[in-house]
């Protein structure tokens, strides 16, 4: 319904918030010493409106059934299914990167704006409603966010606001991963609330997109997860593999790699901690940890899929 409105209004909201929150703190910094009782029964009053008006809004999506379900996929994988998988997305990966640049050692750079990539990200939706026709986008809202500074020191490339249904991507994110960021967000914006469900939605249609740079970043993206578990699983196994892969592409993952080392700092542990808190609070039983899950989706989906 926001989306009409060029600027992030849920982030205006979050700052009147805080800003009116600090202000109440201020004024009633008296009467917490003289009726400490009704203080904390008006802090509590706030809390729980706040919270029952997030499970209104959005909330209630963590307890929808698991996407694989609705998918007929297979919550499990094996060693052998996730080297066939990703052998495949290797090779996948590395043809979309000799078709936009004849040289396999250099990097990709999207020639596109990070506001031109936010108005590309509904056509990637729009193909895979063709094969899942409930992921149809609608309404459209997704924006750059304004607190993209401090959303970075946390260690986060983006979120969706619950009151307001925006999703919101980190401005300052390398151009590589924001079409999948975005398309992440997008997932979330449609009621998926599990990270890995929403990691899987946004590769599904950023290679689906009919560009060939969402393609690249779509493709690349749940390779680097797949390899990921590999090097947990056998480091010797994930060595060999990355030989095979593009030196373009490993440039574009230390890009990424790079960017989040840059900006961290002590806090951020602590951020994600936090996170991982909320996470299992809300029926993610593995935190922040299940941003790794993806991996069971993406194997289960591709192995006996032509790329």
């Not at 009633?28 to 029952?52: C, E, G, M, P």
Request: hydrophobic letters at 40%; glycine letters at 4%; charged letters at 20%.
């Amino acid at each position: 319904m926001l989306g009409w409105i060029p600027f992030s209004f849920g982030d205006f909201v979050y700052a009147f918030a805080i800003i009116y929150i600090v202000r109440w703190l201020f004024k009633n910094r008296k009467r917490l010493r003289k009726d400490t009782k009704q203080w904390f029964i008006d802090v509590f009053a706030a809390l729980s409106i706040v919270y029952l008006a997030f499970h209104l809004f959005w909330g209630l999506n963590y307890y929808r059934p698991p996407l694989y379900k609705n998918l007929g996929l297979k919550p499990e994988y094996t060693t052998e299914q996730l080297v066939k998988v990703t052998k495949k997305l290797i090779e996948k990966s590395n043809k979309l990167h000799a078709s936009i640049i004849k040289n396999d050692t250099i990097p990709i750079d999207i020639p596109y704006s990070k506001h031109d990539i936010l108005k590309m990200v509904p056509n990637g939706y729009s193909n895979l409603k063709k094969e899942f026709p409930h992921l149809e986008y609608y309404p459209k809202s997704i924006k750059k966010s304004l607190f993209s500074l401090p959303l970075t020191y946390m260690g986060f490339s983006g979120y969706l606001n619950p009151l307001t249904n925006e999703s919101q991507v980190d401005a300052l994110i390398p151009v590589y991963i924001f079409p999948t960021t975005a398309s992440h967000e997008v997932a979330h914006q449609l009621g998926y609330a599990a990270e890995n469900e929403a990691n899987f939605i946004g590769c599904l249609a950023a290679i689906n997109h009919d560009d060939i740079y969402f393609k690249y970043s779509g493709y690349t993206f749940a390779l680097r997860f797949c390899l990921n578990e590999i090097y947990r699983r056998d480091e010797t196994l994930f060595d060999s593999l990355s030989e095979t892969v593009n030196k373009g592409i490993l440039e574009n993952y230390k890009e990424t790699r790079e960017f989040w080392e840059g900006y961290e700092n002590p806090f951020e542990p602590i951020f994600k901690e936090t996170y991982s808190s909320y996470l299992k609070a809300n029926k993610q039983d593995k935190g922040m940890e299940s941003y790794s899950y993806v991996v069971a989706l993406l194997v289960n989906y591709f192995e006996n899929k032509s790329l």
